[in-house]
């Protein structure tokens, strides 16, 4: 299969401090002086402020400086200690990832990278860096999901690293629309060989393509070449949004390649979006009850437990999580220690929509307390990070619109 890769970058993107933390005329002038790469006036600063000190924004700078100072093990121990004061700077995490990144470390800095995209999902450096650090391990998917959110969330379009990337997914995108118009051709023909040929190039040009790798998947099950059609059918489902009729189709791949375990795994995820009384909740009912010696193989069951183990070593969070789901099924228990894990991967795979929930969880308390400024900024957010004219967005619109109405009333009437 062709091989085409997005270009790797030159380094990694380090981020520096949190735009809200400079509200402190202190951490203002602490600031001032990093940019100004006075590194020691800003230590010597802290040193005579314990009460800078103590803040994780002031832990955040110290870290930085002694960063830009050589001093790494000081500069991750003032990292780490921002992080105990405050578990939610991010960018602590970020700069955490990229010291282990460049000590070779590549798995725990992914992990913190990954933390931090739970806190703060729209930072550009973040996405860049798991971007080329998936690319690094050879997961193309991933690494393309990153490469796309960094071109989303980044505002600096003339940097040389966006029009880089930019240019790099246009002229796979170009290919891809390429293949695609001689897909059609072959299509009059029912030249599937050819067809399966293109999709393959597609894929293997963009990662990017959830309906071409069901496409394939398809094509090896009329061609009965079960193990490849179960292989794309699985991509989908680990990798995209995908529907109850490939959660089925995967169950049947299994049971018919002899593959017991997860045949029963995927019927009993499948088994849950079925209306009961219908003729496909009556057929997935009756494979259970044929599968279910399954249930008795504790060798068997441990497996899937062993192989979400080595996934999450690997930062494979989405193959993680359908093991450790897979494991629970077949074991038939409630393991609070394995559920917290699978929520937790799960916010790594998708963190927006657990942010856009707490940001609008938000907003009725700051309009409550004429926080009409930070209103605004996590109204901003929720547009930023929310499907388009989902419900969030409309009421963040709404709230934005009423927050600014106030503060120009404010200004011109003393309202």
């Not at 401090?17 to 005329?25: C, H, I, K, Q, R």
């Not at 796979?172 to 293109?198: N, P, S």
């Not at 049947?252 to 909740?281: D, I, V, W």
Request: aromatic share 12%; glycine share 2%.
């Amino acid at each position: 299969m062709e091989e085409t890769s997005i270009e790797n970058a030159t380094g990694l993107s380090g981020v520096k401090f949190d735009a809200e933390d400079s509200s402190s005329d202190k951490l203002a002038r602490l600031y001032e002086l990093y940019e100004a790469g006075r590194y020691n006036d800003v230590l010597a600063s802290v040193e005579a402020d314990k009460f800078i000190s103590s803040l994780a924004a002031g832990q955040l700078v110290i870290g930085n400086s002694y960063n830009q100072l050589g001093d790494k093990e000081k500069a991750l121990s003032h990292w780490k200690k921002a992080i105990e004061i405050s578990p939610l700077t991010y960018a602590a995490f970020i700069n955490i990832g990229n010291y282990l990144y460049s000590t070779g470390n590549i798995n725990e800095a992914i992990l913190n990278w990954q933390t931090a995209s739970t806190i703060m999902p729209e930072n550009p450096a973040l996405n860049l860096n798991l971007a080329h650090a998936y690319d690094r391990k050879g997961n193309r998917i991933k690494s393309t999901k990153y490469f796309e959110k960094y071109l989303k969330y980044e505002t600096r379009v003339t940097s040389n690293e966006y029009v880089k990337v930019k240019h790099s997914i246009a002229n796979l995108t170009a290919k891809v629309e390429f293949y695609a118009k001689k897909v059609e051709e072959f299509k009059l023909q029912r030249d599937l060989k050819t067809i399966a040929a293109l999709y393959l190039k597609m894929i293997a040009t963009y990662a990017n393509l959830p309906s071409i790798y069901a496409n394939i998947a398809e094509i090896f099950y009329f061609d009965k070449n079960y193990e490849k059609a179960f292989e794309f059918y699985q991509i989908v489902y680990l990798y995209f949004p995908c529907t109850t009729k490939i959660l089925l189709e995967m169950a049947n791949l299994c049971y018919l390649l002899g593959k017991k375990s997860y045949a029963y795994a995927y019927y009993k995820r499948a088994m849950q979006f079925l209306p009961e009384g219908t003729s496909h909740y009556t057929k997935v009912k009756l494979q259970l009850n044929v599968l279910s010696s399954v249930l008795n193989d504790p060798e068997l069951i441990e497996t899937h437990l062993q192989n979400a183990r080595k996934a999450e070593a690997e930062n494979e969070y989405e193959i993680a999580i359908d093991e450790y789901e897979n494991y629970m099924i077949l074991s038939e228990s409630d393991n609070q220690d394995i559920q917290q894990k699978v929520d937790k991967f799960k916010l790594f795979v998708n963190p927006e929509p657990f942010v856009v929930s707490v940001l609008y969880s938000q907003i009725p308390d700051l309009m409550n307390k004429k926080k009409l400024s930070a209103c605004i900024d996590v109204c901003d957010r929720i547009m930023k990070l929310a499907t388009e004219h989902s419900k969030e967005v409309v009421y963040a619109m709404k709230c934005k619109a009423e927050c600014k109405r106030i503060i120009i009333a404010r200004e011109q009437f003393g309202v």
